[in-house]
């Protein structure tokens, strides 16, 4: 939505995925891509057309906060670290934050806790 509509104050992303030819070949997802989409080489249109947050970066005005699990293999690190790092190039106030042995559900309690803090935190900055 970020990337389509400016109205949005703040903006929190986890397991985001943004750019779905990076999606290929690094998540569990490859059978679902080649069955649903087709392989990238012959579907082009449809994975630029999916990638439309990354590939529209420059839209994005929202400050956003990315949060991942390192170990996710459902939606790697890798598309949360790509917008990251857009957005920090393009000087969109961002911040990432990576739960160390982490998977796709944070499940270490502190770390439940310290997400659900840095959520009311971004929030807090943002919209008041």
């Known amino acids: 939505m970020i990337a389509s509509d400016t109205r949005f104050k703040a903006a929190v992303s986890g397991a985001g ?7 290929y070949g690094t998540d569990m997802y490859v059978r ?4 649903e989409l087709g392989p990238p080489w012959k579907s082009t249109e449809v994975y630029l057309k999916l990638s439309y947050p990354f590939l529209h970066a420059d839209r994005i005005k929202t400050p956003t906060l990315f949060l991942a699990g390192q170990k996710d293999f459902n939606v790697p690190l890798l598309n949360s670290e790509q917008m990251y790092q857009a957005l920090r190039t393009l000087g969109v106030p961002t ?5 160390p042995n982490q998977y796709h559900g944070i499940s270490k309690p502190s770390y439940v806790k310290d997400r659900l ?3 009311v935190a971004w929030y807090d900055k943002y919209l008041k």
Do not use: M, N, V
């Open 17 to 23: 995925s943004s750019d779905i030819f990076a999606g």
């Open 32 to 35: 679902e891509y080649d069955t």
């Open 95 to 99: 911040q990432l934050i990576i739960y």
């Open 117 to 119: 803090e840095r959520y």
